[in-house]
Every structure is written in structure tokens, then in C-alpha cells.
């Protein structure tokens, strides 16, 4: 049986989703007919994303603010839900990262990340709980590998990840109640990405360490992601909650991720 993907007269909100990852899974989301909120801190990526989204025929709309402002992010989503109502899928996504060992990270480092990342899911997550559709609504939280595998120069990174998988499963406990479901997808080297240049394969040796660090021997592609992110909102997928799903072609198999490795060495 062919699996029909129709989120017509559905609401999906995307936070972070005006670039990369994000805004391909807002596109896809608006492929399957949904009206589709993107949410950025620059209002030239919001401005960005809604010209491409109504040349391809999209119903959408953008509102902008800094995750780690509560407030902002409370009248955010306001405007979005003024637009198009009730939210049916929302997709947390913005996130923050580089490359810096602990021993020479400043606390500022880590706690910005940390700030977007982790607070910054909190108070999107917080913030939409009225909004959301009861029952019936999906959450999807994008996190990351450094979650659950120990990588060089990511302590920042796998402490707010690890945060985010964490905080999936509680709020799955705590509002599944309501008829909320709430997931995670975490995904592996996205080729095409600004993640996938600046921290997986800055060179073209690097590049060939990472790929063959992947079990099925390729990168993924932002389809990848947005795919399961479809699946993951619909209706077939209505007894899923409390997931954290690798994404990633069986690379958390492997400890090892040479190309991060490498290019942690190097910094």
C-alpha cells in the first residue's frame, strides 16, 4: 500500500526554518498542501525563504524571533496562529554550533549554544503548548548525533543535544495526555548543508573520511530528513511518540567519526 501524505488545511510551523535542513522540510510540508509559518531571527532569511516559497506556490507566511527570547518567541507564534490557526506540526530546529576543544572553550561559548539549542527548544516548545492542535498535534525536535555519541570539540553541542533528546521524551510523557504526540529526528552528515561545511568535510580528504564512516556508504540529502519529518507529522505514524530517530544511514552505529576527528585536531 502507497502511503498518501495530504496535510491540506493543516497549520505546520517551522522554527530555524529558513535555512538549510529546516526550510527543506517547510518546503516539503508545503508540497503536501500545508499552510506553512517559518520563524528565523533575521528577517532577510524570512524574507528569503516566503519569496521562494510563494514561487513555488506555497500558502505561507513568516514571522521572526530569537529563540532565546521567551517573549519573542510567545509573540512569534501569536502572529503565525493569527494567520493560519491552530498549529498541527510544529518542527523545532534552530540551533548553533562550531568547532573549539573544552579545555579552550569560554563559558560564553558554551552557554550560547546551549541558549539556542536547548532553551531556545524549551521556549518554542513552551510557548506553542497553547497553540497546538488537541488532539492531534505533532512535535518534531531536530537534535543530533553528539547526543548520544561522544565527539572531540562538541562538548556544547552534546550537552544541549542530549538536553533536547530528553526533553522530547518528558514532554511526550506529559502531553501525550492531550493527544500530542512529540519526536525527534536526529540527523547524519546532510550534504549541501552549512553543518556539513564548516564541521564534517572542510576538504576533499575529509570528505572521503566521512563517507566512508557512513554504513550505506553516502551522505544523506535534506529529502532525507524532510521525509521522515512528513511521516513523522501524519497520520500514519499516530502511535509513534517519545521517538528519537537516527537519520543518518547507520552512522551512530560507528563511534567513530573520522572526518569530525580530524578536523577537531585541527582547530
Known amino acids: 500500500m502507497q502511503l ?3 496535510f491540506r488545511d493543516r497549520h ?7 535555512t538549510g535542513i529546516n526550510f527543506g522540510i517547510a518546503q516539503a510540508f508545503a508540497r503536501c498542501g500545508a499552510q506553512v509559518s517559518v520563524a528565523s531571527r533575521k528577517r532577510e532569511n524570512v524574507d ?3 519569496a521562494t516559497l510563494a514561487a513555488q506556490g506555497a500558502q505561507a507566511c513568516g514571522v521572526c524571533a530569537d529563540v532565546r527570547d521567551f517573549d519573542a518567541v510567545g509573540a512569534a507564534l501569536e502572529e503565525a496562529v493569527q494567520r493560519f490557526g491552530p498549529i498541527d506540526a510544529l518542527v ?4 548553533g554550533n562550531f568547532l573549539c576543544p573544552a579545555s579552550a572553550m569560554s563559558a560564553n561559548g558554551f552557554r550560547t549554544v546551549v541558549d ?6 524549551f521556549n518554542v516548545l513552551r510557548q506553542a503548548y497553547a497553540h497546538l492542535r488537541k488532539p492531534g498535534a505533532s512535535i518534531i525536535n531536530i537534535t543530533a548525533p553528539q547526543a548520544t555519541v561522544a565527539m572531540r570539540s562538541q562538548a556544547h553541542a552534546a550537552a544541549a543535544k542530549a538536553g533536547i533528546d530528553q526533553l522530547t521524551r518528558v514532554l511526550a510523557l506529559e502531553w501525550g495526555e492531550d493527544g500530542v504526540r512529540v519526536n ?11 553543518g556539513f561545511r564548516r564541521l564534517i568535510a572542510r576538504t576533499p580528504e575529509e570528505l572521503a573520511l566521512a563517507q566512508d564512516a557512513v554504513p550505506l556508504r553516502r551522505f544523506g540529502t535534506v529529502d532525507d530528513i524532510a521525509n521522515l519529518a512528513l511521516f513523522l507529522a501524519s497520520p500514519h505514524a499516530s502511535y509513534i511518540s517519545g521517538a528519537v530517530i537516527q537519520c543518518d544511514g547507520g552512522g551512530a552505529l560507528d563511534s567513530v567519526k573520522p572526518a569530525i576527528e580530524r578536523a577537531a585536531a585541527q582547530t
Open 4 to 6: 498518501a501524505i495530504d
Open 12 to 18: 505546520v510551523l517551522v522554527f530555524g526554518g529558513t
Open 48 to 50: 528569503a525563504a516566503l
Open 92 to 95: 523545532s530546529g534552530a540551533a
Open 116 to 121: 539556542i539549542d536547548l532553551i531556545g527548544s
Open 184 to 194: 525527534a529526528i536526529s540527523p547524519g552528515p546532510i550534504d549541501g548543508t552549512e
